[in-house]
């Protein structure tokens, strides 16, 4: 009997997991075709809340009713808890694996011990990658390795070239962005601009500067050095 009832559990379990399998793809389809083709849905998943739905749209988290009538823009916070559901979620959207990263394709700088390790995305016309340079010169007992991402004008992937092929890319990405000495010689050498390109747009990454941690955190922006400190201290 014992085992007659568990087999009767289980079976119950699976048709449940189904239906509410059926429901997302269900409620998936009928607001895809509300929204129209342009904006596309990746998933619908089961929020916390009954009744709403998680609806991703590229690395964005809206919300939706069972019947698909309204698109929700908001965040989900547990009020026990005070944890925000939204934001953990949006963070870990955003993560990469820190081995995803090719150390070949970035230009690299160790400080000190270089123990603690960064990556930055980077336009060499970006006004906030300049900030955040100027800024990242107080990190010590660090390795910083930059990408380079030419994503604002033509110009930007020239200098990008120039930096890449001169005798010392990492001095010459530095007399620029701190020093104002504008990049010069040769570009026609093999870069790693493409693949940085490409690794940007296979996770997201739209601006620039932006930052990612060993534990695949993501730091959109200028950073305060304060923040890149305290993000350090807790991956310790």
């Known amino acids: 009997m014992n085992k007659l009832l568990a087999s009767f559990a289980i079976l119950i379990v699976f048709f449940i997991g189904f239906a509410h399998a059926q429901s997302e793809t269900q409620i998936r389809s009928d607001l895809q075709k509300k929204i129209g083709a342009n904006t596309k849905i ?27 009538k309204y698109l929700i823009q908001g965040e989900i916070i547990e009020i026990a808890t005070g944890k925000n559901i939204t934001e953990q979620r949006q963070s870990d959207l955003n993560r990469i694996k820190w081995a995803d990263l090719s150390q070949a394709n970035a230009l ?38 930059t990408y380079l991402i030419p994503i604002l004008s033509p110009d930007s992937a020239q200098k990008s070239k120039q930096i890449w092929c001169s005798p010392d890319p990492q001095k010459t990405y530095i007399d620029w962005m701190i020093n104002g000495i504008t990049p010069s010689g040769k ?21 620039t500067p932006t930052l990612f941690f060993t ?19 807790a991956l310790k």
């Open 42 to 68: 990746k998933s619908v998943a089961a929020s916390p809340i009954p009744g709403v739905y998680e609806v991703l749209v590229g690395n964005e988290v809206f919300y939706t009713d069972a019947a698909s």
């Open 108 to 145: 690299k700088v160790v400080r000190g011990n270089g123990s603690r390790q960064l990556a930055v995305f980077s336009d060499p016309n970006c006004g906030y990658c300049k900030r955040l340079e100027k800024s990242m010169q107080q990190l010590d007992n660090v390795t910083i390795y």
């Open 187 to 207: 570009a026609d050498c093999t870069t790693p601009l493409d693949k940085n390109m490409a690794f940007a747009k296979t996770y997201g990454i739209t601006g």
């Open 215 to 233: 534990d695949g955190s993501r730091f959109p922006g200028a950073v305060q050095i304060t923040d890149i400190e305290k993000k350090f201290s």
